[in-house]
């Protein structure tokens, strides 16, 4: 069973970088046809799509974060990452990373439980 | 870049009743790059519907996705206690994806 972890600091100061990891369980995060994603959810808001990455290929980023946001994959540990700059309160969300199954079409079918990230000094 | 609009933003309904949500795009999206979310609170988003059209393992066939173009439908067609849950379409294109803003089933 694919399972996903999210770890990280859950406090992260103003302008300062935040940091997670997702950590990929009972699979492979260099499968074909997977790509892995990180997406995040300001309270009691709707969900935002940060950006996809391949195993071996180059991130796709949501535009409107695209100048601070950095995916990176490491296969040895079976890990991915998230770097978000220069963060400000209205990056306060609880962070998801996800598996975006690119069989026939693209969805994200595993989902990790999310982390909330407080930026705040 | 393709915006999803959700309509309506809250649907207030009873146990048994049918429920139809709507999720229209700015530009055509391909009926393959379409899917469908439900999040209940605290919990993540689980997959229902992708290729507009196919559930996920395990969903129930209460739940159905139509639509092609700039315009898609999630209908439930018995809502059941646990259906009461935020819903959100999602949809790729040139590289990117987008959500919808979500639609709130509430019960009446």
């Known amino acids: 069973q694919l399972q996903l972890q999210e770890s990280g600091p859950g406090l992260v100061k103003p302008s300062e970088t935040l940091s997670l990891t997702c950590t990929v369980s009972?699979?492979?995060?260099?499968?074909?046809?997977?790509?892995w994603g990180w997406i995040r959810q300001p309270p009691g808001k709707g969900l935002e799509w940060i950006g996809t990455i391949y195993y071996s290929g180059s991130p796709y980023y949501n535009p409107s974060l695209k100048s601070r946001v950095t995916i990176s994959v490491d296969t040895s540990t079976n890990q991915f990452s998230l770097k978000l700059s220069s963060v400000t309160a209205a990056d306060t969300a609880v962070y998801y990373c996800?598996?975006?199954?690119?069989?026939?079409?693209?969805?994200?079918?595993?989902w990790g439980q999310g982390t909330l990230v407080t930026v705040s000094s | 870049e393709i915006v999803l609009t959700q309509s309506p933003g809250t649907l207030s309904l009873s146990p048994g009743e049918r429920a139809t949500l709507s999720c229209r795009a700015s530009q055509s999206v391909s009926s393959s790059y379409l899917a469908w979310y439900q999040q209940k609170p605290g919990q993540a988003p689980r997959l229902l519907i992708y290729g507009a059209s196919s559930r996920a393992t395990g969903i129930p066939d209460r739940f159905t996705g139509s639509g092609s173009g700039t315009d898609f439908t999630l209908t439930i067609s018995r809502l059941e206690p646990e259906d009461f849950a935020v819903y959100y379409c999602?949809?790729?294109?040139?590289?990117?994806?987008?959500f919808g803003g979500g639609t709130k089933v509430e019960i009446k």
């Open positions: 996800a598996r975006l199954n690119w069989g026939s079409a693209p969805y994200f079918d595993h």
């Open positions: 009972g699979g492979s995060i260099s499968s074909n046809s997977y790509y």
């Open positions: 999602q949809q790729y294109g040139s590289s990117l994806l987008t």
